[in-house]
């Protein structure tokens, strides 16, 4: 059975604090992605990566970073994290030429 | 810009009737399309997909259709039960420099009453 892990369902954070998110996936998939999901607006692209150490911005990138030491582990990061970054934030692994993304829980991150 | 779009925010069914959601895109280089549920508090599960070479689908209740001409997706749920009560939403794949992009639309909660 496929899984994909979040670190956290729930957080909250302080403006200006240092934010990691973490995601594990179990499935031996190439890509993983980072999104975030606000009403309205649906699931927003924020970076994706293909392989191990390589990452590609999504359409939302700014005020976001990421990080892929491992294959199976793909940490979002806030370097300074804004009210603005309140958010569902939803990971996604799949397979290098397969259509088909296996999502995470969701961690649900509240900056105040 | 947003180039996939799920124009109806919500929907409510009967119990037994068809569900009908509707997707429509803008950009003729996608080359697959996916829908996707979600239930509160979970992360989106994948339910059925169609490539673009294709103009139907069907996996047990639920159907997707393509139209290319128009750049119109729709998926079909016969009948439609309580328990498909979620939010949809529909995605389109892009490739570019040999890696893909998911574009999702902005869900449609479908309410089916009992």
């Known amino acids: 059975d496929v899984k994909v892990t979040q670190s956290s369902r729930y957080l909250v954070k302080r403006t200006g604090e240092k934010v990691f998110l973490e995601c594990v996936q179990d499935?031996?998939?190439?890509?993983m992605f980072w999104y975030r999901q606000d009403p309205g607006l649906g699931l927003r692209l924020i970076y994706f990566s293909y392989d191990v150490k390589m990452k590609e911005k999504g359409d939302i990138p700014e005020g976001y970073s990421v990080s892929r030491e491992k294959k199976e582990r793909f940490s979002l990061i806030l370097e300074s994290a804004s009210t603005n970054q309140t958010s569902m934030y939803l990971c996604a692994s799949s397979l290098r030429n397969f259509e088909t993304q296996y999502f995470g829980p969701g961690t649900r991150l509240l900056v105040l | 810009d947003q180039q996939v779009k799920q124009n109806s925010p919500s929907l409510s069914v009967q119990e037994g009737r068809i569900s009908i959601l509707n997707c429509d895109y803008t950009n003729s280089m996608f080359d697959y399309f996916l829908w996707y549920k979600k239930y509160p508090a979970e992360g989106p599960t994948f339910l059925i997909s169609i490539s673009s070479i294709k103009d139907k689908n069907e996996d047990g209740r639920f159907t997707v259709f393509l139209n290319k001409s128009a750049k119109h997706l729709s998926l079909h749920i016969v009948p439609s039960q309580p328990g498909d009560s979620a939010v949809y939403f529909c995605a389109a794949r892009a490739t570019t420099s040999g890696t893909y992009k998911y574009i999702f639309g902005t869900g449609t909660r479908l309410k089916v009453l009992a």
């Open positions: 499935m031996d998939h190439e890509n």
